[in-house]
C-alpha cells in the first residue's frame, strides 16, 4: 500500500500546551515540514523568545534555544556568524518582533543576515494576557486598551512587511495567512522559498504569518479565523513584497 | 612563540582573547574601549573567525549568547553603560550555563558619567548586575600583562564551569602602553572538539542526536529552585576554586591598604613614600573581585591599626572588605570618583589624617 500521508518527523510526538483554535500549532508544523522535505532537521538552529513562541522549542525536532525578548535575531545572528553552514531560523511574536525588538529585526534585517524569520502576527500579547502590541488593529480591544485601539493615544498599526521590505538586505519578505486550507498551502509555499533563499545565502528572509488568538481575541476558533479574515487581511494585505529571482 | 611586544592596553586584551581562542567578537563602539572592535574589525577574518559592529550593547551581548551556544569561544567588551546594557544577557547566560569571556574597561559613573577611568562597577559587576540568583566570576588585573594573561586563562576557565567570565579593567589599563609578553595562539575548536567537550552545544543534532536545548525559562517553581540550586553548587565551587589575590608587606604593617586594578599601582607607590617617612604600610590586592579574598584577611598583623579599602568609588568594595575583616580593624575608606586619579602623595596625606585619629 502506498503512504499518501505521514507526520513530519520535524515535530515532536507530544500534545502542544496552545489554547484551543490557536494556528501556532500550524505554523510550527509548516515550518518543521519544510525543513523535513529539504532534509535539513539536523543541520538547523532554531530560536525561540519570549512570548507564546518560546514553547515552540518544546515540540520543533531540531537544535534551539531561547532567548531575551525580542533578541531573537541578534541571537540568531551570533548562531550564523559561529556556525555558516547551517539552517538558522527565530520563530517570533509580534510583541516580541515589532515592539521589544524592533531593533533588532531591523539591524538583522539591514546587515543581510543569511537566516529566516517566521513572524507570528496575531495583533494581540498573548502569553501575557491579551495586551496591545504594535500590530494591534484599531478599535481591536485588549487589556491595555478596553475601550479599542485609537490612534490618537497609540498610532497606526504597524506594517512590519512593508517596513522591512524597504531595507536592502531583506531579500525575501512574504506576508500569508493561516484562515483557510488554501491560505495555509500559500503560506507553506513560502515558508519554503524563505528557506531556499537562505539556502542560496541570499541574504535575509521572512515570512509573516496572520494567525489567530482565540483565547485573547475573545471568539471562538471558527469565529477567530472569519475576525482574521474580515479584519486584518484588509489592513495587512498577503502577498509577496519582495524575491530574488534566483528562487521564483 | 611568545615574544614581548610593546602594545597599548586595549589592543593587548584583544589580541590576548583571539590568542586565547576566541574567533568572535561583537562589539558596539564605547570610549574608552574602542580600540578593542576595531582591533578585531582588522584582526578576526584573517584568523577564519567573524567580527560584527552589533547596533547596541543589548545586540551585541544577545549575538554572543548566540555564537557561545554553538560552543565556540566568544570574546565580547565595552565600557560601563554598555556594560549596564549587557546585564539582561549576562543573567541569561549565567541561567542557561554558557561560557563567554567579557571585558569591561570601565570608567566613571552613574548614568552616562564620563570617559575618565572609574572602579565604580565594582557592586555592578561583583553583586551580579541582572535579575536573580547568579554568579560571575570578576578578575581585576592592574597592568596590561596581567590583563592579557588573566584574558588568556579566562577562556578555560569560562568553560570549566559553563559560565561567563567577567575581566574588570578601567580606562587607566585599556588606554596606556607597557611591553607585554603576549602568549602563543591556539587554534579556534573544531566541531569535532566541540561535539566531544561540549555535548550540550548547538551544532545540529545531524540525526545522530537527540536534539539540544538551550533554555534559562522553567515555569514551574519547583523546577526553577532545583535548577538554581544546582548553579549554586557551581558557584560554590568557584568560591573555593577561583580566589586570586596578592598580599605584600603585611607584617609589621600599621596600616593595610585593599586594592585593585590602577588603584592598586598608585596605593603601592604610595606605600613606598609612607614607609619613607617611618609609617610600615602593607597591601591585599584582590585580583578575584567575586569570589573576593577574604581569606586574604586572615594574614593581617597584629601590629595594624587600620585596614584602609582604596577605590576608585565611593566606598563600594569597602562593603565586601568589612565583611572580610569580620571587625579585627577598622575599616577606612580612601577614594576618589567620577573619573578623578589620586596620586600617591594624596593617599599618602590622607592616611596620615587616618593615622592620626585611628
Given at each position: 500500500m502506498d503512504t499518501v500521508f505521514e507526520y513530519t518527523r520535524?515535530?515532536?510526538?507530544v500534545n502542544t500546551t496552545y489554547c484551543p483554535g490557536c494556528t501556532h500549532g500550524i505554523a510550527h508544523r509548516l515550518v518543521m515540514e519544510v525543513l523535513d522535505e529539504e532534509n535539513l532537521l539536523g543541520e538547523t538552529i532554531g530560536v525561540a523568545p519570549i512570548g507564546?513562541?518560546?514553547?515552540s522549542h518544546n515540540y520543533m525536532n531540531v537544535d534551539m534555544c531561547e532567548s531575551a525578548h525580542g533578541r531573537a535575531p541578534a541571537v540568531a545572528t551570533g548562531i550564523r556568524r559561529a556556525m555558516p553552514d547551517k539552517t538558522v531560523f527565530t520563530y517570533q511574536g509580534d510583541g516580541d518582533l515589532a515592539s521589544i525588538g524592533a531593533g533588532e529585526i531591523v539591524h538583522a534585517a539591514h546587515r543581510g543576515e543569511n537566516f529566516t524569520t517566521i513572524f507570528i502576527n496575531n495583533a494581540i500579547y498573548g502569553m501575557t494576557g491579551g495586551q496591545m502590541a504594535p500590530t494591534t488593529l484599531i478599535g481591536q480591544k485588549a487589556t491595555t486598551a478596553v475601550e479599542g485601539r485609537k490612534k490618537e493615544v497609540s498610532g497606526m498599526p504597524l506594517r512590519i512587511s512593508e517596513m522591512l521590505a524597504t531595507i536592502d538586505g531583506a531579500v525575501f519578505v512574504e506576508r500569508v495567512a493561516l484562515n483557510s486550507p488554501a491560505n495555509v498551502r500559500k503560506a507553506k509555499r513560502a515558508i519554503k522559498k524563505a528557506f531556499l533563499v537562505q539556502q542560496k545565502r541570499l541574504g535575509f528572509s521572512i515570512v509573516e504569518i496572520l494567525s489567530t488568538c482565540p483565547t485573547n481575541w475573545g471568539l471562538t476558533p471558527v469565529d477567530a479565523l472569519e475576525w482574521l479574515k474580515d479584519n486584518m487581511i484588509p489592513y495587512y494585505p498577503l502577498g509577496n513584497f519582495k524575491c530574488p529571482e534566483e528562487v521564483k | 612563540m611568545s615574544e614581548k611586544v610593546l602594545m597599548k592596553g586595549n589592543e593587548a586584551f584583544a589580541e590576548a582573547a583571539i590568542r586565547g581562542g576566541c574567533r568572535l567578537y561583537f562589539g558596539y563602539p564605547i570610549t574608552p574601549q574602542n580600540e578593542i572592535p576595531e582591533y578585531m574589525s582588522r584582526k578576526l577574518h584573517t584568523v577564519g573567525g567573524a567580527f560584527v559592529q552589533a547596533e547596541s550593547e543589548l545586540a551585541a551581548i544577545n549575538m554572543a549568547y548566540g555564537a557561545a551556544t554553538t560552543g565556540k569561544h566568544v570574546f565580547i567588551s565595552s565600557s560601563s553603560p554598555g556594560i549596564a546594557l549587557m546585564q539582561e544577557g549576562l543573567s541569561f547566560l549565567a541561567s542557561a550555563q554558557i561560557p563567554l569571556v567579557i571585558l569591561n574597561v570601565s570608567r566613571g559613573g552613574?548614568?552616562?558619567?564620563?570617559?575618565q577611568p572609574g572602579q565604580a562597577d565594582y557592586r555592578q559587576a561583583t553583586k551580579g548586575g541582572g535579575n536573580g540568583d547568579y554568579h560571575i566570576p570578576v578578575m581585576a588585573p592592574a597592568t596590561v600583562q596581567e590583563a592579557v594573561d588573566i584574558i588568556y586563562n579566562a577562556v578555560p576557565i569560562a568553560d570549566e564551569y559553563r559560565n561567563p567570565v567577567m575581566i574588570l579593567a578601567d580606562g587607566m589599563l585599556g588606554q596606556m602602553m607597557e611591553p607585554v609578553i603576549l602568549p602563543e595562539l591556539k587554534e579556534a575548536l573544531t566541531i569535532e572538539e566541540i561535539r566531544r567537550a561540549k555535548p550540550w552545544a548547538l551544532t545540529g543534532h545531524g540525526d545522530k542526536r537527540e536534539r539540544n536545548v538551550v533554555k534559562s525559562l522553567l515555569l514551574k517553581p519547583d523546577e526553577l529552585e532545583e535548577h538554581n540550586i544546582n548553579n549554586e553548587k557551581k558557584y560554590q565551587r568557584m568560591r573555593e576554586e577561583l580566589v586570586r589575590y596578592e598580599a605584600d608587606k603585611l607584617e609589621g604593617a600599621e596600616v593595610v591598604f585593599v586594592a585593585f586594578g590602577t588603584m592598586s599601582r598608585i596605593v603601592d607607590e604610595a606605600i613606598e613614600e609612607l614607609n619613607q617617612a617611618g609609617i610600615r604600610a602593607g597591601m591585599i590586592r584582590p585580583i578575584s573581585l567575586w569570589p573576593f579574598p577574604n581569606e586574604a584577611f586572615d594574614k593581617i598583623d597584629k601590629s595594624t591599626k587600620v585596614v584602609i579599602s582604596a577605590e576608585l568609588s565611593l566606598g563600594q568594595m569597602m562593603e565586601d572588605v568589612k565583611v572580610a575583616v569580620e571587625g579585627r580593624y577598622p575599616v577606612e575608606l580612601i577614594y576618589r570618583t567620577g573619573g578623578m586619579v589620586p596620586t600617591p602623595s594624596e593617599i599618602v596625606e590622607k592616611t596620615k589624617k587616618i593615622l592620626e585619629v585611628v
Amino acid at each position: 500500500m502506498d503512504t499518501v500521508f505521514e507526520y513530519t518527523r520535524g515535530m515532536l510526538p507530544v500534545n502542544t500546551t496552545y489554547c484551543p483554535g490557536c494556528t501556532h500549532g500550524i505554523a510550527h508544523r509548516l515550518v518543521m515540514e519544510v525543513l523535513d522535505e529539504e532534509n535539513l532537521l539536523g543541520e538547523t538552529i532554531g530560536v525561540a523568545p519570549i512570548g507564546c513562541s518560546i514553547l515552540s522549542h518544546n515540540y520543533m525536532n531540531v537544535d534551539m534555544c531561547e532567548s531575551a525578548h525580542g533578541r531573537a535575531p541578534a541571537v540568531a545572528t551570533g548562531i550564523r556568524r559561529a556556525m555558516p553552514d547551517k539552517t538558522v531560523f527565530t520563530y517570533q511574536g509580534d510583541g516580541d518582533l515589532a515592539s521589544i525588538g524592533a531593533g533588532e529585526i531591523v539591524h538583522a534585517a539591514h546587515r543581510g543576515e543569511n537566516f529566516t524569520t517566521i513572524f507570528i502576527n496575531n495583533a494581540i500579547y498573548g502569553m501575557t494576557g491579551g495586551q496591545m502590541a504594535p500590530t494591534t488593529l484599531i478599535g481591536q480591544k485588549a487589556t491595555t486598551a478596553v475601550e479599542g485601539r485609537k490612534k490618537e493615544v497609540s498610532g497606526m498599526p504597524l506594517r512590519i512587511s512593508e517596513m522591512l521590505a524597504t531595507i536592502d538586505g531583506a531579500v525575501f519578505v512574504e506576508r500569508v495567512a493561516l484562515n483557510s486550507p488554501a491560505n495555509v498551502r500559500k503560506a507553506k509555499r513560502a515558508i519554503k522559498k524563505a528557506f531556499l533563499v537562505q539556502q542560496k545565502r541570499l541574504g535575509f528572509s521572512i515570512v509573516e504569518i496572520l494567525s489567530t488568538c482565540p483565547t485573547n481575541w475573545g471568539l471562538t476558533p471558527v469565529d477567530a479565523l472569519e475576525w482574521l479574515k474580515d479584519n486584518m487581511i484588509p489592513y495587512y494585505p498577503l502577498g509577496n513584497f519582495k524575491c530574488p529571482e534566483e528562487v521564483k | 612563540m611568545s615574544e614581548k611586544v610593546l602594545m597599548k592596553g586595549n589592543e593587548a586584551f584583544a589580541e590576548a582573547a583571539i590568542r586565547g581562542g576566541c574567533r568572535l567578537y561583537f562589539g558596539y563602539p564605547i570610549t574608552p574601549q574602542n580600540e578593542i572592535p576595531e582591533y578585531m574589525s582588522r584582526k578576526l577574518h584573517t584568523v577564519g573567525g567573524a567580527f560584527v559592529q552589533a547596533e547596541s550593547e543589548l545586540a551585541a551581548i544577545n549575538m554572543a549568547y548566540g555564537a557561545a551556544t554553538t560552543g565556540k569561544h566568544v570574546f565580547i567588551s565595552s565600557s560601563s553603560p554598555g556594560i549596564a546594557l549587557m546585564q539582561e544577557g549576562l543573567s541569561f547566560l549565567a541561567s542557561a550555563q554558557i561560557p563567554l569571556v567579557i571585558l569591561n574597561v570601565s570608567r566613571g559613573g552613574p548614568g552616562v558619567g564620563g570617559i575618565q577611568p572609574g572602579q565604580a562597577d565594582y557592586r555592578q559587576a561583583t553583586k551580579g548586575g541582572g535579575n536573580g540568583d547568579y554568579h560571575i566570576p570578576v578578575m581585576a588585573p592592574a597592568t596590561v600583562q596581567e590583563a592579557v594573561d588573566i584574558i588568556y586563562n579566562a577562556v578555560p576557565i569560562a568553560d570549566e564551569y559553563r559560565n561567563p567570565v567577567m575581566i574588570l579593567a578601567d580606562g587607566m589599563l585599556g588606554q596606556m602602553m607597557e611591553p607585554v609578553i603576549l602568549p602563543e595562539l591556539k587554534e579556534a575548536l573544531t566541531i569535532e572538539e566541540i561535539r566531544r567537550a561540549k555535548p550540550w552545544a548547538l551544532t545540529g543534532h545531524g540525526d545522530k542526536r537527540e536534539r539540544n536545548v538551550v533554555k534559562s525559562l522553567l515555569l514551574k517553581p519547583d523546577e526553577l529552585e532545583e535548577h538554581n540550586i544546582n548553579n549554586e553548587k557551581k558557584y560554590q565551587r568557584m568560591r573555593e576554586e577561583l580566589v586570586r589575590y596578592e598580599a605584600d608587606k603585611l607584617e609589621g604593617a600599621e596600616v593595610v591598604f585593599v586594592a585593585f586594578g590602577t588603584m592598586s599601582r598608585i596605593v603601592d607607590e604610595a606605600i613606598e613614600e609612607l614607609n619613607q617617612a617611618g609609617i610600615r604600610a602593607g597591601m591585599i590586592r584582590p585580583i578575584s573581585l567575586w569570589p573576593f579574598p577574604n581569606e586574604a584577611f586572615d594574614k593581617i598583623d597584629k601590629s595594624t591599626k587600620v585596614v584602609i579599602s582604596a577605590e576608585l568609588s565611593l566606598g563600594q568594595m569597602m562593603e565586601d572588605v568589612k565583611v572580610a575583616v569580620e571587625g579585627r580593624y577598622p575599616v577606612e575608606l580612601i577614594y576618589r570618583t567620577g573619573g578623578m586619579v589620586p596620586t600617591p602623595s594624596e593617599i599618602v596625606e590622607k592616611t596620615k589624617k587616618i593615622l592620626e585619629v585611628v
